[in-house]
C-alpha cells in the first residue's frame, strides 16, 4: 500500500476506478443489443486514429476520438440499413482498424512503447491532464447512461416498440455509438484498445448470473467493475504486473467464482429440495 503514497499511483487508481465504472454502465447496453464485441472494433479504429495522431505530431487521443466516433457511428449506420450484418461490419472494422493503425505508426517515428501504450494501457503514465479527461468523460457517460436508462434499455431491448412508443430510436442509437467510442478512447491508458472490451462485457455477464432485472444488473455490473478496477490496480502495484491485464484477469476470475459458486448454490437446492410425489392412478370404473 506504500506504492499508493505516490501521486502517479493515485492517479493510476482514481482512472481506473472511473473507467470500471462507466465501462459496464454503458456495456449493459450492447450485450443487450447483442454487440459485446463492438468494443474491440471500435478500438482497433482508434488504434488507426493513433497511429495518424503519432504520424501528423497531433495528440493521438484526440485523433482516436474523431476516428472512433466515425467508426462507431458507420457501423451504426451499416446495421441500422441493413445493407450487412453486423458481424460482418464489426469484421470489417476489426481488420481495416487494426491494419490501418499497424501501416501508419510504422510510416511514424514512434518506438513500439509508445504503441504498447495504447494496445495494453499505461495506467501509471497517466498525467494530471489525462486524468481529468477521464474523469470529465467517464463521468458523462456514467451520468448519460443513468439518466436515459428508460429510453436506452427501450431501443436496446426492442427497437420497434421503442419506435411505436415515439422514441428517438436513430438518435439513441447513435447516442451509444458515440459513448462506446469515447469510452474505448478514454480507456485507452488504462487497459488499452484490445483489452477494454472485456471491461464492458465481463462484469455485465458476472452479474447476469446472480440478478434479475435490469436496474440490479447495471448497477451489480457497475459495482463489479469498480471492485475489477481497484483490485486490479492494486495487483499490479503489489506483484508488479501489467495494470490493464491485472484488472481484466480479475473481472474474469470474478466472472468464474460466481458462475462457480452459483452452479453448486443450485445443484445443492436442487437436492435439498424434496421430489414430488407422484400422482395417484385413476382407478378405471366399470359400469355393468
Do not use: C, K
Amino acid at each position: 500500500m506504500e506504492l499508493f503514497q505516490y501521486p502517479y499511483m493515485q492517479r493510476a487508481l482514481i482512472g481506473a476506478l472511473v473507467i470500471g465504472l462507466a465501462a459496464p454502465a454503458l456495456g449493459i447496453y450492447l450485450v443487450q443489443r447483442r454487440l459485446a464485441l463492438i468494443g474491440d472494433g471500435v478500438g482497433h479504429v482508434a488504434l488507426t486514429g493513433v497511429g495518424a495522431g503519432l504520424l501528423l505530431n497531433r495528440s493521438p487521443v484526440l485523433v482516436a476520438v474523431i476516428a472512433a466516433t466515425i467508426g462507431a457511428i458507420a457501423i451504426e449506420i451499416v446495421r441500422a440499413r441493413g445493407r450487412t450484418s453486423g458481424d460482418l461490419a464489426l469484421a470489417l472494422l476489426f481488420y481495416g482498424g487494426i491494419a490501418g493503425g499497424v501501416l501508419l505508426v510504422g510510416l511514424s517515428d514512434a518506438t513500439s512503447a509508445n504503441l504498447n501504450a495504447y494496445l495494453f494501457g499505461s495506467l501509471t503514465t497517466i498525467s494530471p491532464a489525462d486524468l481529468t479527461t477521464i474523469a470529465v468523460l467517464g463521468a458523462a457517460i456514467l451520468v448519460t447512461m443513468i439518466a436515459l436508462r428508460p429510453a436506452l434499455f427501450a431501443v436496446s431491448h426492442d427497437e420497434e416498440y421503442a419506435r411505436v412508443s415515439g422514441l428517438p430510436v436513430r438518435t439513441l442509437n447513435l447516442l451509444i455509438a458515440v459513448a462506446t467510442a469515447v469510452t474505448v478512447t478514454i480507456a485507452m491508458r488504462a487497459v488499452g484498445v484490445l483489452l477494454i472490451s472485456a471491461l464492458m462485457v465481463v462484469p455485465v455477464a458476472t452479474a447476469q448470473q446472480v440478478t434479475r432485472g435490469f436496474r440490479s444488473t447495471m448497477a451489480a455490473a457497475m459495482a463489479l467493475g469498480l471492485f475489477a478496477a481497484g483490485s486490479g490496480v492494486w495487483v499490479a502495484a503489489t506483484a508488479d504486473t501489467a495494470p490493464g491485464a491485472s484488472v481484466v484477469l480479475v473481472a474474469i476470475a470474478s466472472f468464474l467464482v460466481v458462475a462457480v459458486a452459483g452452479g453448486v448454490w443450485r445443484a445443492l437446492r436442487r437436492r435439498a429440495t424434496p421430489a414430488a410425489a407422484p400422482a395417484p392412478e385413476p382407478h378405471e370404473v366399470v359400469l355393468g
